[in-house]
């Protein structure tokens, strides 16, 4: 079967008009095609019927193969390289802090603050690099303050993850990166076990399940996880949605009037920005997808923003819409096992920044308002967001 979008590669380029590809492929009757990616060829998951079932397929198509790949060298053995007793035991020694109840007390307790706090160092009038200034550090000293870690440490962590993310790119960065990320958690890790205190990192270490106990190691790679699973794909995502509310005057009109319907406008920035474009898996074994043969020992991407847009599953499926029945089949956040253990978090997180962001910020706008919008493929967002506003009102 012939490459199609030969032009670009899914894996490198940062695709603007991603989705109106994507709409041309569904209008030619595709579902399974053929594309460049990283060099190689793999198979793009368009429709949201085979998505859906993809995820849920993980005793026949797990996910692990793929992590094992493209994270685990410099990762370690995540939950995500796990699979069957072992994948469960461990998703249960580590979700104590992410189920709903947990998030709805931390959003009080730390989010609020944390995002008061970082509106608070913005300049009283003018603008800024919205990114820059907030949605990129917002979800990151979430998590290290979920885990107890030194606000100070803050800008060395960032850039021995921002290492970690040079795999497969540049592996030797990588793998300095993981090993320097072990040599500041050893310590802490020994001393948490020793003293446990009211965070994550305490959690992790005194944990257990069916007799089972997380090792050090098994505590090192969920914290190497949980920094690009949680605030990087967060702060896309932020950035997409702060974008999407801007440029549109009578959405940010409706939002700043009636506070209520911004549960419903993280829930569309969600299923229509998404930072998980797509989702790299891995056949082991050749399969049949909605009539088309994908080889063994091949890339499979699930279309998640594909999915999400799907008219046979979203009326209007490209329109930001206030009024749209909650019924969860967005695939934002995965499915099956692997189901994303941080979603509560994120939407949180979301709720929490664009309602302190619009409320706080007298003015807000784009400085441009051609911005061009959210970038990329399999990590997709807005990475840069000048804005101006007249004035920083006090927190509540």
Same mark, same amino acid.
């Given at each position: 079967?012939?490459?199609?979008?030969?032009?670009?590669?899914?894996?490198?380029?940062?695709?603007?008009?991603?989705?109106? *590809?994507?709409?041309?492929?569904?209008?030619?009757?595709?579902?399974?095609?053929?594309?460049?990616? +990283?060099?190689?060829?793999?198979?793009?998951?368009?429709?949201?019927? @085979?998505?859906?079932?993809?995820?849920?397929?993980?005793?026949?198509?797990?996910?692990?193969?793929?992590?094992?790949?493209?994270?685990?060298?410099?990762?370690?053995?995540?939950?995500?390289?796990?699979?069957?007793?072992?994948? *469960?035991?461990?998703?249960?020694?580590?979700?104590?802090?992410?189920?709903?109840?947990?998030?709805?007390?931390?959003? @009080?307790?730390?989010?609020?603050?944390?995002?008061?706090?970082?509106?608070?160092?913005?300049?009283?009038?003018?603008?800024?690099?919205?990114?820059?200034?907030?949605?990129?550090?917002?979800? &990151?000293?979430?998590?290290?303050?979920?885990?107890?870690?030194?606000? #100070?440490?803050?800008?060395?962590?960032?850039?021995?993850?921002?290492?970690? &993310?040079? &795999?497969?790119?540049?592996?030797?960065?990588?793998?300095?990166?993981?090993?320097?990320?072990?040599?500041?958690?050893?310590?802490?890790? #020994? @001393?948490?076990?020793?003293?446990?205190?009211?965070?994550?990192?305490?959690?992790?270490?005194? %944990?257990?399940?069916?007799?089972?106990?997380?090792?050090?190691?098994? !505590?090192?790679?969920?914290?190497? +996880? !949980?920094?690009?699973?949680?605030?990087?794909?967060?702060?896309?995502?932020?950035?997409?949605?702060?974008?999407?509310?801007?440029?549109?005057?009578?959405?940010?009109? =409706?939002?700043?009037?009636?506070?209520?319907?911004?549960?419903?406008?993280? #829930? /569309?920035?969600? *299923?229509?920005?998404?930072?998980?474009?797509?989702?790299?898996?891995?056949? /082991?074994?050749?399969?049949?997808?909605?009539?088309?043969?994908?080889?063994?020992?091949?890339?499979?991407?699930?279309?998640?923003?594909? %999915?999400?847009?799907?008219?046979?599953? &979203?009326?209007?499926?490209?329109?930001?819409?206030?009024?749209?029945?909650? =019924?969860?089949? @967005?695939?934002?956040?995965?499915?099956?096992?692997?189901?994303c253990l941080g979603s509560h978090l994120a939407r949180a /997180?979301?709720?929490? #920044?664009?309602?302190?962001?619009?409320?706080?910020?007298?003015?807000? %706008?784009?400085?441009?308002?051609?911005?061009?919008?959210?970038?990329?493929?399999?990590? *997709?967002?807005?990475?840069?967001?000048?804005?101006?506003?007249?004035?920083?009102?006090?927190?509540?």
């Amino acid at each position: 079967m012939q490459l199609l979008c030969e032009d670009v590669d899914f894996g490198l380029d940062p695709l603007p008009d991603f989705h109106r *590809r994507m709409a041309a492929l569904r209008e030619a009757g595709h579902r399974v095609v053929p594309v460049r990616y +990283l060099g190689e060829t793999a198979w793009l998951v368009l429709r949201h019927a @085979e998505v859906a079932g993809l995820y849920r397929s993980e005793e026949e198509l797990p996910a692990a193969p793929a992590y094992r790949r493209h994270s685990e060298p410099a990762q370690g053995k995540t939950l995500l390289c796990m699979e069957g007793d072992e994948h *469960r035991v461990n998703r249960l020694l580590v979700s104590g802090a992410f189920h709903p109840g947990a998030v709805r007390e931390a959003v @009080e307790r730390s989010l609020v603050p944390l995002a008061n706090e970082l509106i608070d160092t913005l300049p009283p009038g003018g603008g800024a690099d919205l990114v820059a200034a907030f949605s990129r550090r917002y979800p &990151f000293k979430v998590i290290t303050g979920m885990l107890g870690l030194p606000v #100070a440490d803050e800008p060395l962590l960032q850039q021995w993850l921002d290492g970690l &993310f040079q &795999f497969p790119w540049n592996p030797q960065r990588a793998i300095e990166a993981r090993a320097a990320i072990t040599d500041y958690l050893a310590p802490v890790v #020994a @001393e948490r076990r020793a003293r446990p205190r009211n965070d994550l990192l305490s959690l992790l270490a005194t %944990a257990e399940v069916e007799g089972r106990t997380l090792s050090d190691e098994e !505590i090192y790679a969920f914290v190497r +996880l !949980i920094f690009p699973a949680g605030a990087d794909t967060t702060y896309l995502t932020m950035g997409s949605l702060l974008w999407a509310v801007l440029r549109d005057p009578a959405l940010h009109r =409706r939002l700043l009037r009636e506070p209520a319907l911004r549960d419903a406008a993280v #829930a /569309e920035g969600l *299923r229509l920005y998404g930072a998980v474009c797509l989702q790299p898996r891995y056949t /082991e074994r050749a399969i049949t997808l909605a009539g088309v043969t994908v080889p063994a020992n091949s890339v499979l991407l699930y279309g998640n923003a594909c %999915a999400n847009r799907d008219p046979e599953v &979203f009326e209007e499926p490209d329109a930001f819409r206030l009024d749209r029945p909650v =019924r969860h089949r @967005e695939v934002t956040f995965g499915g099956g096992p692997h189901f994303c253990l941080g979603s509560h978090l994120a939407r949180a /997180e979301l709720r929490t #920044a664009l309602g302190l962001l619009l409320d706080r910020l007298e003015g807000l %706008a784009l400085a441009d308002p051609r911005h061009p919008g959210p970038e990329g493929a399999v990590l *997709r967002g807005v990475r840069t967001l000048p804005v101006t506003w007249k004035a920083v009102k006090s927190a509540p």
